[in-house]
Structures are given as structure tokens and as C-alpha cells.
């Protein structure tokens, strides 16, 4: 090759790669997300705005709502519209920065990239009064010029773990409200659902304004139906940026955690914000067990074996183990419900699962049982180190125990 060529190849592939990886794909450094609270919170967030056919119908399903979002605006469209930038301000809505003008960072020149950042805060700091706090650049894309710009003005870059995809051209209204709240996809597939903490990305402008404003009403209701409470970024409670030790559980949510999902036929139970049970349908492994109602359950009954959402466990974790008792009491009516409404599961005569949390689960009605000494130690030994990956704080040297609660016992409490 022409070393010209190799050359210009290397010192492009040094300005978009490390920028590309570590802060738009990795997140270091960029807000993701809130913590996880007592209270499960997300943050609302709109692109690409003001727009003054789609805006003021976001602004109106927000106040129908009674809920605030945060706005990432563009300073050319802010100046041009500085009465919606009134309007955002008097409504309570947290006004961001997205750039100056819409373009991706890789096809813009070091220098302009610079200061098409400057230019916006500029203008916006005009228009609102106070100078933005939190930065997203157009289609989430950094470089090296838009982060420095970024650090200059002392701006948070701000990224999103949910996608509303509400500028895709396969997606009407409903199918946001389904994808941000269940994670179900037009084609039949599924994704992650909102979780506590989660950032969810939509737009006021083009054509994902349109489709945001009629989602938003249905969307809303269904948030605050499951338990959740939509609020502007700036509003969430423990918000950090990503750091490198979060990259290992990362790794493992996608590749370890998704092939056994795969490989048990793990489905989940997410009926709420605070769900965090799954559950595989499968012959009860034994041994027999005179459950609390009364029965006894034998080796190969029908059966589910419980698995937990170890995210949401996690998140719930980081704000006490308070909250990680209460996600578990409120996912219990969970279990009664799949009972009801899946049919597969209608025979399923006990949930089963191997847990450290044998505190928490006993008062709300599971059944605990000791495992054989060689499989607890190895469960335990694998258990403990998962529990670590996820971010948890260390656990006294407990064994993991068979916990189950049988059908009539669970419809008794629950149903
Ligand atoms: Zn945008």
C-alpha cells in the first residue's frame, strides 16, 4: 500500500476507533444510567428538537401525563424556535444539548466538530438563561473533538440503554409502547425492557416526532401502570457514568448469561418494574418434598425452575437490601399470574429454584430445603462469584439452599 494511504488510513482509524469504542459502545465515562432505587425511576429523553408541528404534541401528551422529560436540542432549530425553548422551561422540562447541527461526528472536520459544540451551548445558554449540563451528540457518536469540546464547557455526555426506534420506518405507536416496555420486537424477537434506572431515547422532530407523540400517551400510562416513574435525566437518583469495572459483567450479560437463557428455555416474567423472577418449565429434579399446603411434590412433577434477572436483582441490590426484599415481595403475584395466563405453565405444580437469598425469600413464603454437600459447594462457589460480577457487595459465607412455594400455597398468598 501507498504509505500516504496507510498512513491517512492510521490516523483516521485513531480519531473515530477509540472514541467509537470506549465511550459510544463501552460507555466509559457517559451517563447511562441512573441507580437502581426503592422507587423505580427512568429517564426520558427526547432528540433532535425543537420542532414546531412535532414538539408542542410531545409537550402536550408530557403535561397530560403530568410528567417532565429531558430535551437534547439542536441550537440552530433552538434559535429559530425560541418560543418552544419558553414553553420547555415553563413546563419544567430540562433542556440538553445535542450540537449545533445535525450531523454525525465522523464525517465532519476535528475543528468543526469542536466548535459546532461550542456554538450550541452558546446559543443555548442565550436562550434558557443557565448554561446545559448534559451533552449527546448527534446519533450518539463521539470523537475525540466533540469530547473535548464537551470537558471545555464542563458538559456530561449523556448516553441511552433504551431505544424507542420510534424514527424507524417499521415502527407505529404501538409497536414503541411494546418494545420500551416489554422489549418485544415487530419481527417477533425480543429485547431487554425498560429496567429501573434505564435511559429511554425518543425524538420531538422528523418523522420519530410524529410516531413519539402518538406513542407517548399509551406509553406513559403502561410506564406508570408497571410501577415506574418517567423523570428528565438530570432528576434521576445516583447517576455515574460507566467505568471499566463494569465492562466484565457486560461481557457476560452478552454472551455467558444469553446462551444459557437459550440453552433452558429461560422466559421472563416481566410484568412490572420490579419484576425479578424468570422462570424454566421442567420436571421437578427431586427430592420429594412435603410442601406447606399440605401435599407432597415428587421427583418429576410438572415444575418451573426460578431464575432471577440478575440485572434487576443488581440494581435493586445497589439500593439496599431493603429494596432487593421488596422487588422480591411485589414479583411474587408474578408467579401466580404466568400460572394464569400462560398455558404452558397452567400444570406447573411447584417453583423451585437454588438461591443465597434464603433470607429474603422465606418470609415471603418459599419453602427452603438443603442441598447434598458436594452440589452446594460447587453452586455456592459459582453463585457467590456471580453475585460479585454483578456488582454486589460481598455476602457473608452463606450455602445456597433449594427454595420452592407449591402451587396452592403460592395462589393462597398471591392469587
Ligand atoms: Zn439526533
Known amino acids: 500500500m501507498n504509505p500516504w494511504a496507510a498512513g491517512a488510513l492510521l490516523a483516521a482509524g485513531a480519531y473515530w476507533g477509540p472514541p ?143 431505544e424507542a426506534h420510534d424514527w424507524h420506518p417499521a415502527y407505529g405507536p404501538e409497536a414503541v409502547v411494546r418494545r420500551v416496555v416489554e422489549g418485544t420486537l415487530p419481527g417477533g424477537g425480543r429485547i431487554e425492557g425498560a429496567m429501573p434506572g434505564d435511559i429511554v431515547v425518543m425524538h420531538d422532530a422528523g418523522p420519530g416526532g410524529r410516531t413519539a407523540a402518538e406513542a407517548l400517551p399509551e406509553l406513559l400510562a403502561e410506564l406508570k401502570a408497571r410501577g415506574f416513574h418517567p423523570k428528565p435525566v438530570g432528576a434521576l437518583r445516583g447517576l455515574r457514568r460507566g467505568e471499566w469495572r463494569d465492562l466484565p459483567k457486560r461481557a457476560w450479560v452478552a454472551t455467558v448469561d444469553r446462551f444459557f437463557d437459550r440453552l433452558y428455555h429461560v422466559e421472563e416474567l416481566n410484568y412490572g418494574a420490579h419484576s425479578v423472577f424468570r422462570v424454566a418449565k421442567g420436571p421437578f429434579p427431586g427430592p420429594a418434598v412435603e410442601v406447606a399446603s399440605g401435599g407432597r411434590v415428587e421427583p ?10 440478575s440485572e434487576r436483582m443488581a440494581r435493586a441490590g445497589e439500593a439496599g437490601s431493603l429494596t432487593a426484599f421488596r422487588f422480591f415481595k411485589r414479583s411474587m403475584p408474578d408467579l401466580a399470574r404466568a400460572l394464569r395466563e400462560r398455558p404452558h405453565l397452567a400444570d406447573v405444580e411447584v417453583f423451585w429454584g437454588v438461591s443465597l437469598f434464603q433470607e429474603i425469600l422465606e418470609p415471603v413464603g418459599f419453602q427452603l430445603v438443603e442441598l447434598p454437600p458436594a452440589r452446594r459447594r460447587f453452586l455456592g462457589t459459582y453463585m457467590h462469584f456471580l453475585h460479585r460480577l454483578y456488582g454486589g457487595t460481598p455476602l457473608k459465607r452463606i450455602w445456597p439452599k433449594l427454595v420452592l412455594i407449591d402451587r396452592a400455597t403460592l395462589l393462597e398468598r398471591y392469587g
Open 300 to 309: 418429576g412433577a410438572p415444575a418451573a425452575e426460578l431464575h432471577l434477572h
Open 20 to 162: 467509537y469504542l470506549l465511550w459510544q459502545w463501552w460507555g466509559l465515562s457517559v451517563v447511562q444510567r441512573g441507580l437502581g432505587s426503592a422507587r423505580p425511576e427512568l429517564g426520558l429523553t427526547f432528540d433532535d428538537g425543537p420542532d414546531p408541528e412535532t414538539t408542542p404534541r410531545v409537550l402536550d401528551a408530557l403535561a397530560e401525563a403530568g410528567m417532565r422529560a429531558t430535551f437534547f436540542v439542536l441550537g440552530e432549530r433552538a434559535e429559530a424556535h425560541p418560543e418552544l425553548i419558553a414553553r420547555l422551561q415553563d413546563e419544567g422540562h430540562e433542556l440538553a444539548l445535542h450540537g449545533w447541527r445535525h450531523r454525525h461526528g465522523w464525517v465532519r472536520a476535528p475543528a468543526e466538530a469542536y466548535a459546532d459544540v461550542l456554538r450550541g451551548a452558546r446559543i443555548l445558554e442565550k436562550l434558557a438563561g443557565t448554561p446545559p449540563r448534559f451533552f449527546r451528540p448527534p446519533h450518539g457518536a463521539y470523537t475525540w473533538a466533540q469530547q473535548a469540546a464537551a470537558r471545555r464547557l464542563g458538559l456530561t455526555p449523556v448516553h441511552w440503554t433504551v
